[in-house]
T-cell receptor, first 116, second 114 residues
């Protein structure tokens, strides 16, 4: 079974600075997908960024980028120029084929607070 | 925001009550999911439906009964719940369960069982 570990329950960063959230996972599959989801306080969970394991290039979405290390099974999220609106719970998630279903396995989350 | 709506947003019920949670997606997706989100625990997948057929039941107690009448609607019927069932219940959808697509989540129903 796949597992996803987020070792930082809480983090804080000053506005405009850069922060990196850690995620490691365990799987025996070779083809899979990794996601970072963001859940702001009392708001819907939304996708931040997604990475296909077969792609060596790290995914980037504006201020959000990942450092995907397949051999180390590591998938960290870097947020540049942090903004107050980035304050949220961030979940790392893994999706493998698992038969006919691509199910998501989530980590416990990291609560990020951006301070003014 | 994401095309997935859930009602009610908040629900308080006694252990002997029967209630239902509703999820609706307006994205043209065919796969729908129920998750349970408890404090300090990872999201737990409960059920998966693909083209109205249940394809996954993650050992969920029978006091939770899902229903998927069509690809746009998903219900979770609740009866004789326990206080430990208090949690945020999230619905999600994606194109089909057999593709590695992004899941889109609803805002959740905050359930409190007294």
């Amino acid at each position: 079974a796949q597992t996803v570990t987020q070792s930082q329950p809480e983090m804080s960063v000053q506005e405009a600075e850069t922060v990196t959230l850690s995620c490691t996972y365990d799987t025996s599959e070779n083809n899979y997908y990794l996601f970072w989801y963001k859940q702001p306080p009392s708001r819907q969970m939304i996708l931040v960024i997604r990475q296909e394991a077969y792609k060596q290039q790290n995914a980037t979405e504006n201020r959000f980028s990942v450092n995907f290390q397949k051999a180390a099974k590591s998938f960290s999220l870097k947020i540049s120029d942090s903004q107050l609106g980035d304050t949220a719970m961030y979940f790392c998630a893994f999706s493998g084929s698992g038969g006919s279903n691509y199910k998501l396995t989530f980590g416990k989350g990291t609560l990020l607070t951006v301070n003014p | 925001e994401t095309g997935v709506t859930q009602t009610p947003r908040h629900l308080v019920m006694g252990m002997t009550n029967k209630k239902s949670l509703k999820c609706e997606q307006h994205l043209g997706h065919n796969a729908m999911y129920w998750y349970k989100q408890s404090a300090k625990k990872p999201l737990e997948l409960m059920f998966v439906y693909n083209f109205k057929e249940q394809t996954e039941n993650n050992s969920v107690p029978s006091r939770f009964s899902p229903e998927c009448p069509n690809s746009s609607h998903l219900f979770l019927h609740l009866h004789t719940l326990q206080p430990e069932d208090s949690a945020l219940y999230l619905c999600a959808s994606k194109r089909t369960s057999g593709d590695p697509d992004t899941q889109y989540f609803g805002p959740g129903t905050r359930l409190t069982v007294l």
